[in-house]
């Protein structure tokens, strides 16, 4: 039987001009048990029918040990659900949830070269992924970060990925713009980037994918044509 909860909203950043990060927490819990990429429900009232109220959110923090977590949500200028969460819900808002749900959880660290692909709010369960390898010091061989989106000023925790690319030489980052040509920065789709860099398939690497379905797709009927098997493509689909 789902179990409910209501959690209340703490704090809202804006992090560009049409996303923003909600911090809340479930005061009826101590601790909120996740895995890092598991996502939350929330039921809206945006709607008559149950369906038509649920929405589904990547944490984009790491387990924290209590009762707080992160979404990093941009709004869909025609969505109901995600305009009620830019303009109804205000820190104090109380908001009903359900989770943690899903299966696009840490990877294995070791013995693969991991390819963590995402555009726009997709960073979110790569976030927790890499907030928790950070806290828990856990070993990994090879990340590579590819963020897509259209201009410079939409690039989600920069500052973030610059810090832990400085720790870790085995974390690599990129970013692909597709509206804007900006150094350091790629210009074109995140297709591009990691179709040209990873052309010869190793059993080794493990692509995951975040993100909507026209990226998805894409990526997924690419990174086949090079010669990946379904067992090295993982992905998370936000609708
Ligand atoms: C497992 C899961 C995790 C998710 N995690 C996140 C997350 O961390 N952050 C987040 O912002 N969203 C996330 N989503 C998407 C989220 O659930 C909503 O679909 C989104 O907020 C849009 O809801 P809406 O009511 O505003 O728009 P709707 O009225 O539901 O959307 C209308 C249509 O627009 C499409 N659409 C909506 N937004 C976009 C977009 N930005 N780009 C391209 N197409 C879009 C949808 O596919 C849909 O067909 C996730 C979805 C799933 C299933």
Redesign the pocket.
Known sequence: MTHWYTAEVTEILPLTEHTRQFNLCIPELENFEFLPGQ?ITFDLP?GEKRRDRW????I?SAPAGNNQFS??????P??????YLFEEVREGSKLTCKGPD?VFTMPPLTGRQLIFVCT??GI?PFRSMLQTIDQKTLAFDSIHLIFGTRYSAQVLYRDEWEVFAGKYSQFRWDVALSRESCQPFHSGYVHELYTSLYSNPVSERHFYLCG??PMIDEGVRRLKEIGYSEAQIHF????
């Open positions: 996502f945006v929405r589904s959110y990547s984009a979404l990093c949500i941009v709004r869909n025609h969505g109901k659900g995600s305009n899903g726009g709010t979110a909507w379905t998370e689909l936000y609708g």
